[in-house]
Every structure is written in C-alpha cells, then in structure tokens.
C-alpha cells in the first residue's frame, strides 16, 4: 500500500495512454443505469484525480481517498489549475473535490454516499483477503440504503498469461521506463519493478531516474463474489471491462457492481 510515492509527479506523464474519458462515460453509464445520477459519490484509489474530476465534471458531487499524500498533491494542484481554467472560459459550474488522505482499509466519512467506485485496479494491491472483505464491510457502512459500488480488477489470466515474468519497455524523448513482472503462482502475488528516467526541465538534456517496487494480488472472481456477499453485499453483476458482456475466465479487467443491503430493511422493522 506504499506504492506511488517516489514518482508521483510523473505517474500522468506514463499514464497518458489510459483512455479516462472512455473509462468514465462507462463508469457513469453504470451508475446511472443503476440509479444514480447525481449526488455524492466517493473515490477510493483516486490518485491525481484524473477520473475523480472527470466525475465531478459530470455533476457527481465528488470525495477522493488515496494513501500516497504525493499523489493527493497533485490532484489539488490539478484541480486548482482546472478550475482557473474553467474560470477564464465562463464555465458556471466549478467542481468542489473532498480529497482525504486515507487507506481504504481504514477509511472514514462523515455520512454516507449514494455510489462508492474503486478503478484502475486499485483492489488488487489488496494483498490479504481479510484487507478486501475489510474494506467491503466499510464501503458496504458508508453507502446509502440501496447504495452503489463498482469497481474493477486486474484477472489471474492476466497475471498469469498477460503480465508474468515479461518486461515492458517505452522509450520517448521526454522519459522511458522499464516495467518488469514477476509473477508468484503459489500466492498468486504479481511483483513489478518500475525503473523511469525522466527528463529534467533545466535544460541540461539531464534525466532522473526513479524505482518503485509493486506488488499486485489476482483473486479467484468467484471468491471475490463470497466476499462481498460476506461483507453483507449484494452482488448484482460481473462484466467483462468496458462492455455488458458477463465475465468470463480470459477476461484480462472485471468490472464488478453490488449493492448496500440492510439498512433499509433494518429501518422498515424499526
């Protein structure tokens, strides 16, 4: 849970070939079709803040947790920056973003929220099943009765066949990096080295370079589903990612929705 910490402040310079906003027209397709169109909505893993904006931006009265106080940065700074922006354009509208420095295991809000979401694999660096059915017992406490929750996950097929043991490389004028994978089958534990030279701005054709180590769980989907509904979830669907397709073992990314269950019903016998 430590990771994104030394280079923060690159990780969008490497992410930028990450569709967000064909990510968030389907993130939000989801939560409409399942009631929810407006109102708050929490972030968990938001890191700079890219999708949380991107929600805000869609009327979604947003709140961000992230661990890495580096990333959380960078996403106030953004979202600074975005605002004068939409300032100087006119725009009526300015998002106002709660970001919280919190783990997701440990979160804590002041009230609850119509939809929790939780992409771009952050689940996965949830090593222990007891930290996953933790933090869906606490997402599961803060939803509104009948309350939302989508996330998705990096598959084992994809740890497996996709990632394991190979090394990526990308080399531009501005940084390059190497992402190498290490794939433990017993544990089901993907390890990857990021190595990222970054071109210094003083002109002097100087580069940096950054190393982080990573470490990623894949979880049987079936499991994942037990726990959910462990947690006092209902589980309402499994996709394969970006379509309404239900998952399938070689899918490499789920998206997974479930719903708060008790409150309601806890209220009606009170």
């Known amino acids: 849970m430590e990771a994104y910490t030394g280079f923060a402040e690159v990780y969008d310079l490497f992410m930028d070939n990450v569709p967000y906003g064909e990510w968030s027209r389907y993130l939000i397709s989801l939560l409409q079709e399942h009631g929810v169109s407006q109102g708050l909505v ?10 949380t904006r ?5 009327g979604y009265d947003m709140i961000g947790v992230d661990s890495s106080e580096e990333m959380l940065q960078i996403a106030r700074e953004q979202e600074w920056d975005n605002a004068e922006h939409k300032v100087e354009e006119g725009t009526t509208r300015i998002p106002d973003i709660l970001y919280l420095l919190q783990d997701m ?3 804590e809000l002041y009230g609850t929220v119509k939809a929790v979401v939780c992409i771009c694999d952050s689940l ?7 930290d996953l059915l933790t933090v869906f017992r606490l997402v599961n406490n803060y939803l509104d009765p009948g309350g939302v929750f989508i996330f998705d996950m990096n598959t084992l097929y994809k740890y497996r066949e996709i990632l394991g043991e190979n090394t990526i490389c990308e080399n531009r004028e501005e940084g390059s990096f190497i992402w190498e994978n290490f ?4 544990k089901q ?3 990857y080295d990021l190595t990222l030279f970054v071109r210094e701005e003083d002109g002097q054709g100087l580069y940096r370079k950054y190393e982080e180590t990573h470490f990623q769980r894949g979880y049987d989907l079936r499991r994942v589903r037990k726990i959910l509904q ?3 979830m209902e589980f309402v669907a499994m996709y394969d990612a970006f379509t309404r397709e239900t998952a399938q073992e070689k899918n490499e990314r789920v998206y997974i929705i479930a719903r708060e269950q008790g409150k309601q019903s806890a209220k009606q016998e009170r």
Do not use: S
Not at 54 to 58: C, M, V
Not at 124 to 130: A, F, G, M, R
């Open 189 to 191: 534990i993907n390890q």
């Open 105 to 107: 295991r440990e979160f």
């Open 124 to 130: 996965n660096y949830l090593l222990e099943e007891e």
């Open 230 to 232: 462990q947690a006092g």
């Open 54 to 58: 991107l929600l805000a931006q869609a």
């Open 183 to 186: 794939y433990d089958e017993e």
């Open 42 to 51: 929490l972030e968990l893993g938001c890191g700079t803040g890219k999708m």
